[in-house]
Nanobody, 121 residues
């Protein structure tokens, strides 16, 4: 069953910006963005609780990326500024309903298909 729909990926030059959006259906406690580059491990980028203001950011994106939510619309967005070639990866939206935390990708059990982000130098 399709429960996550991602959009906003593309190609951009270093220093540019992209905004990723994820529309969700079903219940969830956490939603977030994760990424995986070829030959590298999957990593968390930014996650957020659906209640409260608690967020998580990977050290590599702090100060550049901002995650936000709209609970009424059940969407989560990732504003990516000052993009670097190192940010090039497949980006995945994910959600989880039953969890005690939002920061680890291992927590998530429902994933989108992914959207490619390519940053050229």
């Amino acid at each position: 069953e399709v429960q996550l729909v991602e959009s906003g990926g593309g190609s951009v030059q270093a220093g540019g910006s992209l905004r990723l959006s994820c529309a969700a259906s079903g219940l969830f406690t956490c939603m977030g963005w994760f990424r995986q580059a070829p030959g590298k491990e999957r990593e968390g980028v930014a996650t957020i609780y659906t209640t409260g203001d608690t967020t998580y950011y990977a050290d590599s994106v702090k100060g550049r990326f901002t995650i936000s939510r709209d609970n009424a619309k059940k969407t989560v967005s990732l504003q990516m500024n000052s993009l670097k070639p190192e940010d090039t990866a497949m980006y995945y939206c994910a959600k989880v309903r039953y969890t005690f935390g939002c920061s680890s990708w291992r927590t998530y059990d429902n994933w989108g298909q992914g959207t490619q982000v390519t940053v050229s130098s």
